[in-house]
């Protein structure tokens, strides 16, 4: 991973916010991510990102489920050691039907919660970068990704403009990496992309 | 951006006029102060209970179940009451969570995370009674189906008791990954507001590096979405499975194909009781009221008083099947040890019916339902109530069976038994006064999430539009 340079805008009203995303999007800026204390509905689509398909990984880990239910429990009880209980069927899908739901219910939580973590890049011990910390408490976050033909002092004069309440300029690690938050590292030093 | 707008007839979801930074130091005061002598209290006093618990379950596994009085024909007595207990107040949390998001109810938002953390507790609790009743405990994994060498000898996938043990074991699951999920956010939250080395350390830990990035919201909201769309059925499930456990068998009492719904409609009237319990203690200890409001307690205590009207309906409707079926057995079951004040158990029946129907029908009235004194002694009747009523399904059924020289009169617990009990009162309290105090009790970036559409300053904001005449309001909202 490599440092990139970005330049911060801290918006405190999110009807303020979509106005300034339209702007400085039409004007050609790349905004890499919008940091809110809350889910803010449309902001995603104002920022043209795309519907989330979590759902469709969730259907997948179910049905996963429900064949491994349905496949074990008639492997079992019809064919690997056939039991005769009151004389009733071997295969006797009805009373298979709890364990069935229950199974395919826990496959797709627990398949769609890892897949939300990893998606996501959340684990225990895992560190990032945060541009400000009151972006969990009542601040939105804009930052915007700068190029080499960036002008920071423009930017962030525009970004002002737009009604953000404080703008600065940050160098930062984009990815993740393993540390703690009591104390103030950040690895990868090496090569500064986009200075 | 489109119109948000909402009645001024609906009470503000929060009150006081909040900013979002309000919301965070209201939420999180209680975690970055020293516990109050109150809480250490009640910590100690529910450790205290817990510790008996662990020793009376100690001798249970050291001397076995013998040490229960339970008898030839009762074989389930407090533990699997217990257990039915317990898991039933689980469910309120997973309603409230799941059910009332997917019905978009704005209210869920102040009593979810609380509700959510009690469901897990409650079902940590429940567990215990059947894993414990096993005796030889350290056998206890045989009801896993594994591949082993006694055959391989497989678990009985028709039985009602296997199904239980993959239900609970789901919804313990399910919810955990719900609650945890739903979680991120507001620790991370505590995170960057920390001041101490080691809560930064811990909740840095604990909040998985959460940075509230558009896309992991948009990620979010779709993960929650789906664990609710799963969890309200699973929630279902598991208390129609558990009523599996009696509707299956064949002895009179049980046999019945209304247990089902019935059980699932017990099981949210006690565990809304049991919410009420809890909230009403936190929203006065941590000064949550405007949070928390009456507004609130009043739409629980509405939801009680439908779901103990379901249940009474459900107990008539017994009555009447064992009556209306002509069944002798049915009837001495019903009509002998359950209805008649005296047969030996029939103050367990008439405590049942005067705590779970009669009682709650004074939520009917509006004054009753924003009391909180009467809700709060309200909540503790029903689940007194809700108790009688799995203790009367198991033990009127039972303890006379078709032998009667193996009948006993009474079946009453050991020490051992309601130590037990006792126990995982303090499992379930010791958890609890631990979350509140670690944790955020109310789910701070949901709120936020209301505040501008529900809160009270909002409110206020709309008295111009609520005085426009419906021409003018079109005229100025239409696109």
């Known amino acids: 991973m490599a440092k990139k340079k970005f330049v911060v805008g801290c918006y405190d009203d999110e009807a303020v916010l979509f106005s300034a995303v339209k702007k400085i999007r039409t004007a050609g800026y790349k905004i890499k991510d919008v940091y809110t204390p809350f889910p803010v509905h449309g902001l995603d689509h104002a920022l043209g990102m795309r519907e989330t398909s979590i759902h469709t990984a969730g259907f997948i880990y179910g049905i996963t489920g429900t064949t491994t239910a349905l496949s074990c429990m008639s492997w079992i009880l019809a064919s690997d050691w056939p039991l005769n209980i009151g004389g009733k069927p071997h295969f006797a899908l009805p009373a298979w039907i709890p364990i069935t739901f229950e199974l395919t219910v826990l496959f797709a939580a627990v398949g769609m919660v890892y897949t939300f973590c990893y998606l996501c890049q959340l684990a225990p011990f895992v560190k990032k970068h945060h541009f400000h910390p009151r972006a969990t408490d009542d601040l939105f976050v804009m930052v915007i990704e700068c190029t080499e033909k960036t002008n920071t002092e423009d930017l962030q004069a525009f970004v002002k403009n737009a009604g953000a309440v404080e703008v600065n300029v940050q160098v930062a690690e984009e990815g993740w990496w393993f540390g703690r938050y009591d104390k103030n590292e950040m690895p990868f030093e090496q090569k500064i992309v986009a200075a | 951006m489109h119109l948000k707008y909402e009645s001024q007839l609906r009470e503000p979801l929060v009150n006081g006029k909040k900013t979002y930074h309000d919301v965070t130091e209201d939420i999180v005061r209680p975690i970055e102060a020293k516990p109050s002598k109150l809480w250490y209290i009640g910590f100690y006093i529910a450790v205290a209970l817990l510790l008996f618990g662990i020793y009376s379950v100690y001798r249970d596994v050291t001397y076995g179940i013998g040490q229960w009085n339970l008898n030839k024909t009762v074989g389930w007595g407090w533990d699997i009451t217990n257990f039915v207990w317990w898991v039933g107040i689980g469910h309120a949390g997973t309603l409230i969570s799941a059910i009332l998001l997917l019905f978009r109810q704005g209210w869920r938002t102040g009593v979810n995370r609380a509700a959510e953390a009690m469901t897990i507790f409650a079902v940590m609790c429940a567990g215990q009674f059947p894993i414990w009743h096993m005796g030889r405990v350290w056998m206890g994994f045989f009801v896993l189906p594994y591949p082993n060498t006694r055959g391989p000898l497989w678990v009985n996938f028709n039985s009602p008791l296997l199904w239980d043990v993959f239900a609970i074991s789901t919804y313990f699951t399910v919810s955990l990954l719900f609650w945890y999920s739903g979680l991120l956010p507001d620790l991370a939250t505590v995170r960057d507001r920390a001041k101490t080395k080691l809560r930064k350390y811990l909740y840095g830990v604990a909040s998985f590096g959460w940075n509230g990035s558009t896309k992991h919201w948009q990620r979010h909201e779709s993960l929650s979405l789906v664990l609710a769309g799963l969890s309200a059925p699973l929630v279902l499930s598991v208390h129609t499975i558990v009523s599996f456990d009696f509707a299956t068998s064949v002895i009179p009492g049980w046999h019945t194909t209304i247990f089902p719904p019935y059980f699932v409609a017990g099981a949210i009237f006690s565990g809304f009781a049991m919410v009420q319990t809890l909230l009403l203690i936190v929203r006065k200890v941590f000064a949550m009221e405007d949070y928390i409001t009456i507004g609130h307690i009043e739409a629980m205590n509405k939801v009680i008083v439908l779901t103990g009207s379901i249940v009474g309906c459900a107990y008539l409707t017994e009555l009447f099947m064992a009556f209306y079926s002509q069944n002798k057995y049915e009837g001495y079951a019903f009509f002998y040890s359950r209805a008649n004040f005296f047969s030996p158990y029939g103050w367990a029946y ?67 038994e309601i130590g037990f009990y006792v126990g995982t009162f303090g499992l379930f309290f010791t958890c609890f006064f631990l979350f509140a105090k670690y944790f955020p009790v109310i789910a701070i970036a949901e709120i936020k999430h209301v505040l501008k559409t529900s809160g009270e300053s909002f409110k206020e904001s709309v008295d111009n539009i609520e005085k426009q005449s419906a021409a003018e309001f079109a005229h100025e909202y239409a696109h």
Do not use: A, H
């Open chain 2, 350 to 416: 008439w405590g049942m019916m005067t705590c779970n129907v009669l009682s709650p029908q004074i939520f009917w009235f509006k004054k009753l339902r924003r009391n909180l004194f009467v809700t709060f002694f309200m909540s503790v009747i029903v689940n007194i109530g809700m108790w009688f009523e799995r203790f009367v399904i198991i033990v009127t059924s039972i303890y006379r069976d078709y032998l009667p020289s193996s009948w006993t009169v009474y079946y009453s617990p050991s020490i051992w």
